[in-house]
Protein backbone atom coordinates (compact mmCIF):
# COMPACT_ATOMS: atom_id res chain seq x y z
CA UNK A 1 0.00 0.00 0.00
CA UNK A 2 0.80 3.70 -0.95
CA UNK A 3 1.79 5.87 2.07
CA UNK A 4 0.88 9.76 3.02
CA UNK A 5 3.30 11.65 0.91
CA UNK A 6 4.34 14.37 3.22
CA UNK A 7 6.93 17.35 1.98
CA UNK A 8 8.46 20.10 4.04
CA UNK A 9 8.91 23.52 2.94
CA UNK A 10 11.44 25.09 5.59
CA UNK A 11 14.86 27.44 5.79
CA UNK A 12 16.70 25.20 8.45
CA UNK A 13 18.38 22.09 7.24
CA UNK A 14 18.89 20.88 10.58
CA UNK A 15 14.59 21.45 10.59
CA UNK A 16 14.00 19.42 7.65
CA UNK A 17 16.65 16.81 8.47
CA UNK A 18 14.84 16.04 12.45
CA UNK A 19 10.99 16.43 9.74
CA UNK A 20 12.05 13.82 7.66
CA UNK A 21 13.36 11.41 10.86
CA UNK A 22 9.90 11.78 12.10
CA UNK A 23 8.04 11.88 9.13
CA UNK A 24 10.02 8.30 8.24
CA UNK A 25 9.69 6.84 11.69
CA UNK A 26 6.18 6.42 10.61
CA UNK A 27 5.75 3.29 8.15
CA UNK A 28 2.41 5.14 7.34
CA UNK A 29 4.60 8.39 6.51
CA UNK A 30 7.20 9.29 3.57
CA UNK A 31 8.42 12.17 3.50
CA UNK A 32 8.86 12.74 -0.59
CA UNK A 33 10.90 16.18 -0.64
CA UNK A 34 11.68 19.44 0.72
CA UNK A 35 12.91 22.79 -0.13
CA UNK A 36 14.54 25.79 1.64
CA UNK A 37 11.77 28.25 0.37
CA UNK A 38 8.51 28.42 -0.91
CA UNK A 39 10.02 29.84 -4.61
CA UNK A 40 12.31 26.61 -4.79
CA UNK A 41 8.76 24.67 -3.07
CA UNK A 42 6.73 25.68 -6.16
CA UNK A 43 8.35 22.70 -8.75
CA UNK A 44 8.60 20.42 -6.75
CA UNK A 45 4.82 20.24 -5.77
CA UNK A 46 4.14 19.36 -8.78
CA UNK A 47 6.90 17.11 -9.54
CA UNK A 48 5.81 15.10 -6.16
CA UNK A 49 2.07 15.95 -5.29
CA UNK A 50 2.74 15.77 -1.91
CA UNK A 51 -0.63 14.85 0.15
CA UNK A 52 0.37 17.07 2.69
CA UNK A 53 2.45 19.67 3.66
CA UNK A 54 4.60 21.17 6.45
CA UNK A 55 5.12 25.10 6.15
CA UNK A 56 7.53 26.91 7.91
CA UNK A 57 6.79 30.90 8.78
CA UNK A 58 10.16 32.94 8.47
CA UNK A 59 11.99 32.09 5.24
CA UNK A 60 14.14 33.52 2.69
CA UNK A 61 12.30 34.82 -0.43
CA UNK A 62 9.04 34.32 0.49
CA UNK A 63 7.16 34.36 4.11
CA UNK A 64 4.95 31.00 4.83
CA UNK A 65 2.06 33.33 5.48
CA UNK A 66 2.46 34.98 2.12
CA UNK A 67 3.22 31.48 0.44
CA UNK A 68 0.06 29.49 2.36
CA UNK A 69 -2.41 32.19 1.02
CA UNK A 70 -0.85 31.64 -2.91
CA UNK A 71 -1.33 27.92 -2.04
CA UNK A 72 -4.85 27.79 -0.90
CA UNK A 73 -6.00 30.13 -3.88
CA UNK A 74 -3.79 28.58 -6.56
CA UNK A 75 -2.99 25.23 -5.53
CA UNK A 76 -4.95 24.10 -2.56
CA UNK A 77 -3.24 21.34 -0.47
CA UNK A 78 -3.47 20.34 3.37
CA UNK A 79 -0.88 22.40 4.96
CA UNK A 80 0.27 21.83 8.36
CA UNK A 81 2.82 24.93 10.17
CA UNK A 82 5.63 24.33 12.07
CA UNK A 83 7.39 27.32 12.91
CA UNK A 84 9.06 28.50 16.41
CA UNK A 85 7.33 32.24 15.50
CA UNK A 86 3.98 30.79 16.67
CA UNK A 87 5.16 30.81 19.95
CA UNK A 88 5.89 34.61 20.61
CA UNK A 89 3.43 35.76 17.55
CA UNK A 90 0.52 34.05 18.14
CA UNK A 91 -1.66 35.88 15.64
CA UNK A 92 0.08 34.17 12.76
CA UNK A 93 -1.26 30.57 14.07
CA UNK A 94 -5.29 31.90 14.06
CA UNK A 95 -3.84 33.79 10.80
CA UNK A 96 -3.04 30.79 9.30
CA UNK A 97 -6.07 28.58 10.39
CA UNK A 98 -8.04 31.40 8.49
CA UNK A 99 -5.85 31.25 6.23
CA UNK A 100 -6.76 27.57 5.15
CA UNK A 101 -3.83 25.88 7.33
CA UNK A 102 -5.10 22.36 8.92
CA UNK A 103 -3.11 23.31 12.40
CA UNK A 104 -0.14 24.37 13.40
CA UNK A 105 2.81 22.68 15.42
CA UNK A 106 5.04 24.53 17.63
CA UNK A 107 9.10 24.32 16.39
CA UNK A 108 11.56 23.95 18.80
CA UNK A 109 12.95 27.33 18.72
CA UNK A 110 16.40 26.74 21.13
CA UNK A 111 17.43 22.79 21.77
CA UNK A 112 15.25 20.60 19.49
CA UNK A 113 15.98 17.33 20.64
CA UNK A 114 14.18 18.83 23.91
CA UNK A 115 10.66 17.23 23.83
CA UNK A 116 11.45 15.50 20.66
CA UNK A 117 8.86 12.89 20.93
CA UNK A 118 6.01 14.32 22.09
CA UNK A 119 6.63 16.91 19.49
CA UNK A 120 7.06 13.68 16.71
CA UNK A 121 3.64 11.95 18.40
CA UNK A 122 1.89 15.53 17.68
CA UNK A 123 3.00 16.21 14.25
CA UNK A 124 2.49 12.55 12.76
CA UNK A 125 -1.38 12.49 14.23
CA UNK A 126 -1.53 15.85 12.66
CA UNK A 127 -0.68 15.20 9.36
CA UNK A 128 -2.80 11.35 9.25
CA UNK A 129 -5.93 13.47 10.43
CA UNK A 130 -5.19 16.16 7.66
CA UNK A 131 -5.06 13.41 5.49
CA UNK A 132 -7.91 11.44 6.77
CA UNK A 133 -9.81 14.96 6.22
CA UNK A 134 -8.68 15.95 2.87
CA UNK A 135 -11.79 15.33 1.00
CA UNK A 136 -13.78 17.97 3.07
CA UNK A 137 -10.61 20.12 2.56
CA UNK A 138 -10.73 19.61 -0.92
CA UNK A 139 -14.27 20.44 -1.37
CA UNK A 140 -14.20 23.51 0.74
CA UNK A 141 -11.95 25.24 -1.27
CA UNK A 142 -14.12 23.88 -4.31
CA UNK A 143 -11.83 21.71 -6.44
CA UNK A 144 -11.58 18.07 -7.09
CA UNK A 145 -9.29 15.76 -4.74
CA UNK A 146 -6.41 14.59 -6.49
CA UNK A 147 -6.34 11.10 -6.40
CA UNK A 148 -3.85 8.44 -7.75
CA UNK A 149 -4.67 5.32 -9.95
CA UNK A 150 -3.84 1.92 -9.36
CA UNK A 151 -2.28 0.25 -6.50
CA UNK A 152 -1.01 3.93 -5.37
CA UNK A 153 -4.14 4.32 -4.49
CA UNK A 154 -4.52 4.70 -0.75
CA UNK A 155 -7.71 4.84 1.56
CA UNK A 156 -7.84 7.07 4.76
CA UNK A 157 -9.99 4.46 6.64
CA UNK A 158 -6.95 2.42 5.99
CA UNK A 159 -4.89 4.81 8.07
CA UNK A 160 -4.45 4.29 11.79
CA UNK A 161 -4.58 7.85 13.40
CA UNK A 162 -2.73 6.68 16.10
CA UNK A 163 1.51 7.23 15.79
CA UNK A 164 3.25 3.61 17.09
CA UNK A 165 6.10 3.28 19.08
CA UNK A 166 9.12 2.77 16.47
CA UNK A 167 12.63 2.93 16.59
CA UNK A 168 14.42 6.28 17.05
CA UNK A 169 11.32 7.68 18.84
CA UNK A 170 9.14 6.58 21.62
CA UNK A 171 5.21 7.70 21.44
CA UNK A 172 4.88 10.17 24.43
CA UNK A 173 2.11 8.47 26.91
CA UNK A 174 0.14 10.97 27.88
CA UNK A 175 -2.72 10.78 30.89
CA UNK A 176 -5.85 8.86 30.16
CA UNK A 177 -9.18 9.95 29.90
CA UNK A 178 -9.76 8.33 33.53
CA UNK A 179 -7.62 10.90 35.26
CA UNK A 180 -10.19 13.64 36.13
CA UNK A 181 -9.50 16.69 38.96
CA UNK A 182 -11.91 16.00 42.00
CA UNK A 183 -14.88 17.89 42.24
CA UNK A 184 -17.00 18.35 45.31
CA UNK A 185 -20.85 18.23 44.69
CA UNK A 186 -22.45 21.32 45.65
CA UNK A 187 -26.29 21.52 46.89
CA UNK A 188 -26.64 24.85 45.07
CA UNK A 189 -28.78 25.44 42.50
CA UNK A 190 -27.62 27.98 39.94
CA UNK A 191 -30.30 30.23 38.58
CA UNK A 192 -29.59 30.26 35.14
CA UNK A 193 -28.74 28.00 32.02
CA UNK A 194 -25.16 27.61 31.03
CA UNK A 195 -23.58 26.58 27.51
CA UNK A 196 -20.48 24.96 28.18
CA UNK A 197 -18.53 24.47 24.78
CA UNK A 198 -15.70 21.64 23.51
CA UNK A 199 -13.50 22.16 20.21
CA UNK A 200 -10.21 21.16 19.03
CA UNK A 201 -9.12 20.99 15.16
CA UNK A 202 -10.70 23.36 12.98
CA UNK A 203 -12.45 24.71 16.49
CA UNK A 204 -11.26 27.87 16.19
CA UNK A 205 -13.28 28.73 12.55
CA UNK A 206 -16.12 26.87 14.01
CA UNK A 207 -16.55 28.46 17.15
CA UNK A 208 -16.91 32.22 15.19
CA UNK A 209 -19.32 30.80 12.80
CA UNK A 210 -21.16 28.72 15.66
CA UNK A 211 -21.17 31.78 18.16
CA UNK A 212 -21.60 34.94 15.48
CA UNK A 213 -25.42 35.39 16.31
CA UNK A 214 -25.42 35.14 19.81
CA UNK A 215 -26.54 38.29 21.73
CA UNK A 216 -26.57 39.88 24.84
CA UNK A 217 -29.53 38.37 26.38
CA UNK A 218 -28.19 34.58 25.74
CA UNK A 219 -27.22 32.34 28.66
CA UNK A 220 -23.28 32.30 29.77
CA UNK A 221 -21.13 30.45 28.01
CA UNK A 222 -17.84 28.50 28.83
CA UNK A 223 -15.67 27.14 26.40
CA UNK A 224 -12.05 25.18 26.14
CA UNK A 225 -10.58 24.54 22.86
CA UNK A 226 -7.82 23.49 22.87
CA UNK A 227 -4.96 26.02 22.54
CA UNK A 228 -1.17 25.91 24.14
CA UNK A 229 -0.40 28.49 27.25
CA UNK A 230 -0.80 32.53 25.80
CA UNK A 231 -2.16 31.49 22.22
CA UNK A 232 -5.84 31.65 24.24
CA UNK A 233 -5.03 35.10 24.83
CA UNK A 234 -4.92 36.12 21.41
CA UNK A 235 -8.01 34.60 20.42
CA UNK A 236 -9.92 35.28 23.38
CA UNK A 237 -9.34 39.16 22.03
CA UNK A 238 -10.17 37.94 18.55
CA UNK A 239 -13.27 36.32 19.60
CA UNK A 240 -14.20 39.18 21.80
CA UNK A 241 -13.57 41.45 18.46
CA UNK A 242 -15.69 39.09 16.34
CA UNK A 243 -19.00 38.42 18.59
CA UNK A 244 -21.29 40.60 19.62
CA UNK A 245 -21.22 39.61 23.31
CA UNK A 246 -18.12 40.13 26.05
CA UNK A 247 -15.32 37.55 26.07
CA UNK A 248 -12.66 37.25 27.76
CA UNK A 249 -9.93 34.20 29.13
CA UNK A 250 -10.63 32.54 31.93
CA UNK A 251 -8.86 33.66 35.30
CA UNK A 252 -9.42 32.06 38.76
CA UNK A 253 -12.41 33.21 40.61
CA UNK A 254 -14.42 34.86 37.79
CA UNK A 255 -17.84 35.04 37.61
CA UNK A 256 -19.92 34.98 34.30
CA UNK A 257 -23.21 35.68 32.96
CA UNK A 258 -25.63 36.50 30.65
CA UNK A 259 -24.28 37.99 27.33
CA UNK A 260 -20.35 36.58 28.14
CA UNK A 261 -18.26 34.59 27.49
CA UNK A 262 -14.84 32.59 29.28
CA UNK A 263 -12.42 30.97 27.34
CA UNK A 264 -10.14 28.45 28.90
CA UNK A 265 -6.71 29.45 29.77
CA UNK A 266 -4.03 27.66 27.70
CA UNK A 267 -2.46 25.31 29.79
CA UNK A 268 -4.70 25.58 32.63
CA UNK A 269 -7.97 23.76 33.37
CA UNK A 270 -10.82 25.56 33.37
CA UNK A 271 -14.37 23.97 35.15
CA UNK A 272 -17.31 26.15 36.40
CA UNK A 273 -18.64 26.10 40.01
CA UNK A 274 -21.97 28.08 41.88
CA UNK A 275 -21.94 30.31 44.38
CA UNK A 276 -25.21 32.24 45.37
CA UNK A 277 -26.97 30.76 42.18
CA UNK A 278 -24.32 32.43 40.04
CA UNK A 279 -21.42 30.71 37.79
CA UNK A 280 -18.01 31.52 38.17
CA UNK A 281 -15.07 29.51 36.90
CA UNK A 282 -12.18 27.75 38.71
CA UNK A 283 -9.17 27.53 37.01
CA UNK A 284 -6.13 25.30 38.45
CA UNK A 285 -3.09 23.69 37.31
CA UNK A 286 -2.83 20.09 36.87
CA UNK A 287 -1.77 17.06 34.56
CA UNK A 288 -2.99 16.85 31.14
CA UNK A 289 -6.24 14.85 31.15
CA UNK A 290 -7.32 12.86 27.97
CA UNK A 291 -4.31 14.06 26.68
CA UNK A 292 -4.87 17.65 26.74
CA UNK A 293 -4.82 20.91 29.10
CA UNK A 294 -7.19 22.83 29.50
CA UNK A 295 -9.09 19.82 29.12
CA UNK A 296 -12.94 19.45 27.65
CA UNK A 297 -13.52 16.34 29.78
CA UNK A 298 -12.63 18.43 33.14
CA UNK A 299 -14.89 21.11 32.02
CA UNK A 300 -17.70 19.48 31.24
CA UNK A 301 -17.30 17.42 34.59
CA UNK A 302 -17.54 19.59 35.96
CA UNK A 303 -20.66 20.89 34.51
CA UNK A 304 -22.34 17.40 35.48
CA UNK A 305 -20.87 18.02 39.39
CA UNK A 306 -22.40 21.75 39.45
CA UNK A 307 -24.69 22.92 36.84
CA UNK A 308 -26.65 19.26 36.11
CA UNK A 309 -29.90 19.70 34.15
CA UNK A 310 -29.17 23.76 33.96
CA UNK A 311 -25.95 22.80 31.47
CA UNK A 312 -26.60 22.67 27.81
CA UNK A 313 -23.78 20.61 26.13
CA UNK A 314 -22.08 21.82 22.91
CA UNK A 315 -18.99 19.51 21.33
CA UNK A 316 -17.67 20.65 18.14
CA UNK A 317 -14.99 19.46 15.51
CA UNK A 318 -11.63 18.13 17.35
CA UNK A 319 -8.75 14.95 16.62
CA UNK A 320 -9.51 12.79 19.51
CA UNK A 321 -11.98 11.72 22.32
CA UNK A 322 -11.43 14.57 25.01
CA UNK A 323 -14.92 15.60 25.82
CA UNK A 324 -16.67 12.36 25.24
CA UNK A 325 -16.20 11.28 28.46
CA UNK A 326 -17.54 14.04 30.35
CA UNK A 327 -20.48 14.60 27.91
CA UNK A 328 -22.09 11.26 29.18
CA UNK A 329 -21.59 12.63 33.08
CA UNK A 330 -23.70 15.46 31.87
CA UNK A 331 -26.22 13.66 29.84
CA UNK A 332 -26.36 11.21 33.05
CA UNK A 333 -26.77 14.34 35.56
CA UNK A 334 -29.45 15.81 33.15
CA UNK A 335 -28.29 18.60 30.62
CA UNK A 336 -29.22 18.30 27.16
CA UNK A 337 -26.14 17.94 24.85
CA UNK A 338 -25.56 18.74 20.89
CA UNK A 339 -22.91 17.37 18.53
CA UNK A 340 -21.64 18.69 15.43
CA UNK A 341 -22.16 16.58 12.63
CA UNK A 342 -19.82 14.58 10.65
CA UNK A 343 -20.38 16.70 6.89
CA UNK A 344 -19.60 20.30 8.60
CA UNK A 345 -16.24 18.64 11.41
CA UNK A 346 -12.88 19.47 10.00
CA UNK A 347 -12.41 16.18 11.90
CA UNK A 348 -15.12 14.31 13.62
CA UNK A 349 -12.90 12.20 16.35
CA UNK A 350 -14.24 14.35 19.65
CA UNK A 351 -18.02 14.37 18.32
CA UNK A 352 -18.30 10.66 17.03
CA UNK A 353 -16.74 9.49 20.69
CA UNK A 354 -19.27 11.60 22.55
CA UNK A 355 -22.14 10.08 20.35
CA UNK A 356 -20.68 6.80 20.54
CA UNK A 357 -20.47 6.80 24.14
CA UNK A 358 -24.34 7.67 24.71
CA UNK A 359 -24.13 11.64 26.08
CA UNK A 360 -25.65 13.70 22.92
CA UNK A 361 -29.27 14.44 22.52
CA UNK A 362 -28.80 15.85 19.41
CA UNK A 363 -26.36 15.63 16.21
CA UNK A 364 -26.24 19.04 14.10
CA UNK A 365 -24.71 21.10 11.28
CA UNK A 366 -22.54 23.74 12.82
CA UNK A 367 -25.22 26.82 11.76
CA UNK A 368 -27.91 24.93 13.46
CA UNK A 369 -26.15 24.25 17.01
CA UNK A 370 -26.40 27.81 18.41
CA UNK A 371 -30.49 28.51 17.83
CA UNK A 372 -31.11 24.61 19.20
CA UNK A 373 -29.23 25.85 22.34
CA UNK A 374 -31.08 28.74 22.84
CA UNK A 375 -34.69 26.92 22.32
CA UNK A 376 -33.16 24.72 25.99
CA UNK A 377 -32.00 27.98 27.49
Given at each position: ?43 K ?26 L???N ?19 D????G ?9 A ?32 V ?29 Q ?56 H ?21 D ?29 E ?95
Amino acid sequence: MSKIKVMSVDDSALIRQLLTKIVSSDPALEMVGTAANPILAESKIKTLKPDILTLDIEMPEMDGITYLKKLMLNNPIPVIMFSSLLEKHREFALDALNIGAFDYVIKPSANVRDGVEELATDLVEKIKNAYANRAKFYKKHGVTMPVESGESTIHASSISLEAPQTSGFKVFQKNSADIMLPLTPSREVPLDKIILIGSSTGGTEALVECLKNVTPSAPPIVITQHMPEHFTTSFAKRLNNVLKIEVRESEDGMSVGRGQAILSRGAKHTMIKVKNGKYYVEVRDGEPVTRHRPSVDVLFRSGAVYAKNKAIGIILTGMGDDGANGMKEMHDAGAYNIAQNEETCTVFGMPKEAIARGGVDEILPLDKILAAALKKA
